[in-house]
């Protein structure tokens, strides 16, 4: 049966939206703190506005206790504190509390009242507070960052393939505190809870298909009257039915939204769905050397909404992944979030020296982190170039874990409010819906089956895959005997003998791609880092002759630290390409080297003068390269394009010097010296 499209609605480019009625305050600064180890604070109504704190720690939030000199790696129960001035909001009006991240487990209280709770340490999370606000208030925080068997991450439940002690434990820190951002947010009571956007470009026409889908809280879809054809270009949208505006670059760009069907109910909310065609001339694809970025700016009745996004087509096509078309292969990382001083919290200096060294790096395809990364590191994903597979949690979880029903809807709670968080970033490619289960059980290969069901209901506009450490072992003969049959891209562990193990799996699923979310070698492993450099080397080798191959991650970026039997006494796990502080080491170079999309190599022309011939890989990784930059002892050359096997030669006049190969946005991706 085909869609209906009912012209409900026709916007073009609204030249004026009405101004957001929502206030956005910061409760970031100074809050009173205080462990509870007994777990008393409830009981005692450590939460009352007339609870005597005078001997209470002052901290600044974010804040991450577990790192705070005063109380390092404590888990347990502990309370933030803090005062702020909000009148109560006139009618029309409500008030929230949001929260981007506390871990683990959180309770929320107003003026002594609770307000609400939340599970899970790395997901947003709001409270209505509209009714307890009283002018000056008391906002209290508890905080638990224990975890057990039911906590994701959590211990695993008795399972005779795993060692007790093993067992009770995950491989990173439990950095417990408010590790991100706060805010208090006033919004009118009819306002936009969720916007999504999914584009599909027609790589053909060159033109783009934009589909808005926007939730309203408030409004009672059978209260919705669609406006008629050619509603007047005014400050809100005619007909109470939503009015979008796309930029880019602060120029707008030309979109006429249709309504497609009637508005509807969904998890009590109104839902509106709207596409437009954005013309050949105004589409500019995004890509890892081109990461345009366009703006939606969505008005409905006095409330807006605001969402970056960019116009990009991915898929899979036999064992080729494609990005708007074109088959890529690409390097990548796991970073684990921790950095020494800072836990978990990700500030910008961090994030920043991080993903500069991670993008000239070439590590450009990442299944980044077991966890819901921060709405910073995607943003610059996003505006830099960088591919991302998002994982919400289930690590190693045991069968009797995955069948569990509490498990079950915790993580669908988790998966659920880090797609809606972050369906609009271009970036995020692909969602895994775990790491390291035993997916050759019953439970495991359903746990898979029914997770990216749930997840494609929510979001069908991505990929699918989870980390898999069974997929390439020997006792797997079929491939309905282990849960990648269900994933868009098998995704593996593997930690040595790569080749081998690759090849069984492509045996076992020969029409899919594959891509190795973790490989490498630990620096107490080896005798020296040359050792780690001959690995990687040998491990490129395998790489290069598996062209089913799209990808492979480094485990790990970073050093991090853990209480995961057979850690470093230093108390890290020292995988990383860099140390705890970010110091290079020489299997980063090494990684630069071999991650390049090019090799450079030297030569003399007639006259003696330097050549330089720049080859776009065509094994392993292989991509086209836009835009890049050849600078050699003071001369700048531009490669325009260079598709896989591609060449241009340059003549410099120098004889000496260093050669630096610059991707877009300035990031080295190869650093070598002049040799004749």
């Known amino acids: 049966m085909m869609k209906k499209l009912y012209l409900f609605l026709v916007i073009i480019c609204l030249p004026l939206l009405a101004a957001s009625q929502q206030k956005k305050q910061s409760l970031h600064g100074e809050w009173q703190f205080a462990l509870d180890p007994l777990n008393v604070g409830e009981q005692t109504h450590w939460y009352s506005t007339t609870f005597p704190r005078q001997r209470w720690d002052k901290v600044n939030v974010p804040h991450c206790f577990s790192i705070d000199g005063r109380y390092q790696l404590y888990t347990g129960t502990a309370w933030y504190v803090r005062q702020f001035t909000q009148q ?13 991240a506390v871990f683990y487990k959180s309770a929320v209280y107003v003026n002594g009242k609770k307000a609400g709770e939340h599970e899970g340490g790395y997901t947003p999370f709001e409270v209505d507070v509209t009714d307890l606000l009283n002018g000056e208030n008391t906002l209290a925080l508890k905080v638990n960052n224990a975890w057990d068997s039911t906590t ?18 995950y491989p990173w820190i439990n950095y417990g505190g408010i590790n991100r951002e706060v805010h208090l947010i006033i919004r009118p009571e009819v306002y936009v809870k969720r916007l999504k956007i999914v584009t599909d470009p027609d790589l053909t026409k060159k033109t783009a298909k934009i589909n808005v889908q926007v939730d309203v809280a408030g409004a009672p879809a059978a209260a919705v009257t669609p406006s008629k054809q050619g509603g007047k270009k005014t400050g809100k949208a005619p007909g109470n039915v939503p009015g979008i505006r796309i930029t880019r670059d602060g120029t707008v760009v030309p979109a006429t939204f249709k309504t497609v069907g009637v508005p509807s109910a969904a998890d009590g909310l109104t839902r509106f769905l709207l596409e437009a ?15 345009v970025l366009y703006k939606a700016e969505v008005v409905f009745n006095s409330d807006t909404a ?24 690409m390097g990548g990382c796991n970073r684990p979030l921790d950095y020494p001083g800072h836990g978990s919290m990700d500030p910008a200096e961090v994030l920043d ?12 395809l990442s299944r980044i982190s077991h966890y819901p990364v921060s709405t910073q590191l995607l943003d610059w994903a996003d505006a830099h170039g960088l591919l991302i597979i998002a994982e919400p949690g289930n690590w190693q979880m045991t069968p009797k874990q995955m069948s569990d029903p509490v498990m079950r809807a915790k993580f669908q709670a988790q998966f659920t409010e880090m797609m809606e968080r972050d369906w609009n970033h271009p970036s995020v490619i692909a969602w895994s819906v775990g790491n390291e289960y035993p997916s050759q059980t019953p439970e495991g290969r359903a746990w898979t089956k029914d997770m990216i069901e749930f997840g494609k209901q929510h979001d069908a506009s991505r990929l699918y895959t989870f980390a898999s450490m069974i ?37 076992l699923y020969p029409n899919k791609p594959v891509y190795v979310s973790e490989f490498g070698l630990r620096t107490d492993g080896v005798k020296n880092e040359q050792d780690r450099e001959n690995h990687l080397s040998k491990a490129m080798q395998d790489f290069r002759q598996c062209d089913f191959l799209v990808g492979a991650s480094i485990w790990t970026f970073n050093d991090y630290q853990s209480r995961f039997p057979g850690t470093n006494p230093s108390g890290y796990r020292p995988w990383g390409l860099v140390s705890p502080e970010r110091e290079i080491r020489g299997m980063y170079v090494k990684w630069q080297e071999e991650f390049s999309p090019a090799t450079v190599v030297f030569g003399k022309d007639a006259s003696g003068k330097t050549t330089i011939t720049v080859t ?61």
Not at 307 to 324: C, D, W
């Open 471 to 507: 997929v390439w072992r020997d006792f797997i003969k079929a491939p309905e005997e282990e849960a990648s049959q269900y994933v868009d891209f098998v995704s593996a562990n593997i930690y040595g003998d790569h080749l081998k193990h690759l090849k069984h799996i492509h045996e």
């Open 152 to 169: 994701i991450p959590g211990a695993k439940t008795r399972v005779a393939y795993e060692n007790d002690n093993v067992g009770q434990v």
């Open 306 to 329: 605001l969402s970056s996004f960019g116009i990009r087509k991915i898929e899979v096509k036999g064992t080729s992944l494609l990005l708007n078309g074109e088959s890529v292969r």
């Open 277 to 291: 065609t954005v013309a050949a001339k105004d589409v500019k694809l995004w890509n890892q050397d081109e990461p």
């Open 88 to 100: 109560p909001v006139p009618q029309g009006y409500k008030a929230f509390l949001r929260f981007e």
């Open 353 to 364: 020296k991080d993903l500069t060294l991670i993008k000239s790096g070439g590590m450009e």
């Open 616 to 676: 776009a890989r065509n094994d392993f990784p292989r991509y086209t390269m836009r835009h890049y930059q050849l600078q050699c002892a003071g001369e700048t050359f531009d490669i325009a394009e260079l598709k896989p096997g591609e060449s241009k030669t340059f003549v410099s006049a120098a004889s000496t010097g260093e050669v630096r190969l610059i991707k877009p946005g300035g990031f080295t991706a190869l650093k070598t010296n002049i040799q004749r």
